[in-house]
C-alpha cells in the first residue's frame, strides 16, 4: 500500500509542463529519423505527428510538422515555409495575409489542396485554443477572430476536418444513439474540457455561423 501511495504521489507531481517536456524530448527524437517512413512504423509515426499538429504548444508543433514532412509529402514540403510561419506566434498573421486559400486565385496546387488544408487547419486551431501566449502580435480574441476569418475561406467541404478537431473530446461517444453509454462517458470528461469545447464552439458559431451547417 505504501508502495502503491508513493507512486500515486509521482503521478499527481507529473504536471502538464513536465508531460510537455518529455513529449518535446520524444518528439525530437522521432522527427529526426530520416528513414523512418520506409518502415512499417511509418503510418503509426505518421499518425502520432498529424494528431499532435493542434496541440497548443508551439515547440510540439514545430516538432510534429518537422517529423510530418519527413515521408516527403509533395502536398506539404513546396509549402514547409509557410506552414512553419502558421506555427510562429510573431509570423502567422503576415503568412495569413499573404498565403490565399481561395481556389481562384489561391497559393495551393489543386492536386495539394486536400492534404495541404488538413494540416494547415490543425495548425491553424491552436491558435484559436491557445489561452496564454508569450511574444504574440495582438491579443487572444483578435488572434482568434484572424484566424477564424481565415478559415471562413475554405470551402464548405474543408469544414469537416476542423468539426473533427473541435469534437474530438467527444470521439468515445456511440455513433449508434446509446444514450445511457454517452451519459457515462460525458461524466468522465474532466469539467476544464467540456468548458474549452463550449467556449471554442461559441467563437467558431459568432465568427463562421451557418459555414459550419
Known amino acids: 500500500e505504501e508502495e502503491e501511495e508513493e507512486g500515486a ?3 499527481l507531481r507529473y504536471g502538464r509542463m513536465d508531460a510537455n517536456r518529455i513529449l518535446v524530448a520524444y518528439l525530437e527524437i522521432l522527427s529526426s ?3 523512418a517512413t520506409r518502415f512499417e512504423l511509418g ?3 505518421h499518425r502520432i505527428f498529424y494528431n499532435l499538429l493542434p496541440k497548443a504548444h508551439n515547440r510540439i508543433q514545430q516538432l510534429a510538422l518537422a517529423g510530418l514532412l519527413l515521408g516527403g509529402s509533395g502536398s506539404l514540403v513546396p509549402y ?5 510561419n502558421l506555427i510562429d506566434d510573431e ?3 503576415d503568412e495569413l495575409v499573404s ?3 481561395e481556389e481562384e486565385r489561391g497559393t495551393i496546387k489543386k492536386a ?6 488538413e494540416v494547415m487547419t490543425r495548425i491553424l486551431y491552436a491558435k484559436v485554443v491557445q489561452r496564454k501566449v508569450q511574444g504574440a502580435v495582438g491579443g487572444l480574441g483578435q488572434r482568434r477572430a484572424t484566424v477564424l476569418s481565415f478559415f471562413a ?3 464548405d467541404s474543408e469544414f469537416d476536418e476542423l468539426m473533427r478537431i473541435v469534437l474530438r473530446p467527444f470521439h468515445q461517444l456511440s455513433e449508434d444513439g446509446g444514450e445511457e453509454e454517452d451519459v457515462k462517458t460525458l461524466k468522465l470528461l474532466p469539467l476544464k474540457k467540456v468548458l474549452g469545447f463550449l467556449n471554442t464552439l461559441k467563437d467558431l458559431i459568432d465568427q463562421l455561423g451557418l459555414l459550419l451547417s
Open 33 to 35: 529519423q530520416q528513414g
Open 43 to 45: 503510418k503509426t509515426l
Open 80 to 84: 514547409r515555409a509557410q506552414l512553419e
Open 99 to 101: 498565403f490565399q486559400v
Open 112 to 117: 495539394h489542396r486536400k492534404e495541404f488544408v
Open 91 to 93: 509570423k502567422y498573421r
Open 153 to 155: 475561406a475554405l470551402r
Open 9 to 11: 504521489g509521482t503521478l
